[in-house]
C-alpha cells in the first residue's frame, strides 16, 4: 500500500517535474518567437524608412545629375588649362552621381515588394533588345556580342521589365569582367520544354570560393560594386519560377544558365 502510495507520489512529482521543464522550455521558445517577431518588425520598419530615404533622395540627385549636364555642355570646348580642369571635375562630379543614381535604383529595385505584372514575353526579342541596348558600350570596350536564339522556345508568361533588368544586371556584369575585351554569347534553346538562356563571356571568370557568394546581397568584388545587382537578377528569375546558376573556368571565362519552365500563355 505504503510502496503504491510511494509509487504514484513519484510519478507525480516526476510529471510535475516534467510538465514544469515543458512549460519553461515553451516559455523561452515564446519569449523567443517574440523577440524574432519583434526584429522581423523593427527590420520591417527600417526598410520602409530606407526606401522612404532613397525615393525622396533620388528627385534632387537628378536635378544635380541635369544641371551637370547643363554645365558640362555650356564648358563644351574648354581651352585653357585651367577650364579643361573644370571640365574634368564636372565629367568626375557627373560619374559620381550617375553611380549614385545607380546605388539607389538597385536598392529600390532590391526592396520592392510588388508581385512581377506578367504579360507573354518573347525571351529571345528581350535579348535582342537588351544586346542591342549594350551595343555601343560593348564596342567601345572591343566587345563583340554574339547573338544565337532558337525561334522554338515558348513565349513565357512574365513582366519584361524585371526580366530585361535582370538580364541586364548579367550583360553588365559580363562587360565589367573584360576591360581588354572580349565576347558575349548570348543564345537560347529549348530544353525539355524549357526556354534556356545562356549567357557567357571570355572574361576574368569567378575563383571557386566566391562561386557560392556571388547572389548573395552586397557581395561585390569591385571597388565601385553594389554587390545587388546578381541578387536582384536571382529574385526576378525565382519569382517568374525559373532558376539561374554558373558555371566559371578562372581566367577563361563566366556563363550564367537560366530555365524557364513552358508556359502556356
Ligand atoms: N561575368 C562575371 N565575371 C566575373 N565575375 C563576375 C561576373 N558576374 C559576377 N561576378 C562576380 O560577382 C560579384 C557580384 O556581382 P553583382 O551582384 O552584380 O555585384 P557588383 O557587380 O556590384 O559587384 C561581382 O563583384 C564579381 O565578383
Ligand atoms: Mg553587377
Redesign the pocket.
Known sequence: MYVAILVAAAVAVATAAVAAVLASRQAIRTREQASRAGEAQRLAFLGTLATGLAHEIRNPLSTININLQLLKEAWQTPITEREQREYRKIEMLLKETRRLEEILN?FLEFSRTHQPNRSPCNINLLLDDVSDLFAPQAERQHIRIVRNFDRRIPPISADRNQISQAIT??V???I??MPGGGTISVRTSLKQQTAHIEIA?T????PPE?AD???NVY????T??????????KRIIEEHGGTIS?K?APGE??T?LIDFPATTV
Not at 565601385?224 to 541578387?231: A, F, P, V
Open positions: 538597385n544586371n548579367i553588365l556584369n559580363a565589367q569582367a563571356d572574361g576574368a571568370g569567378i566566391a557568394r556571388i547572389f557581395f561585390s568584388t569591385k565601385e560594386g553594389t554587390g545587388l545587382g546578381l541578387s536582384i537578377t554558373m566559371s571565362g563566366t550564367f
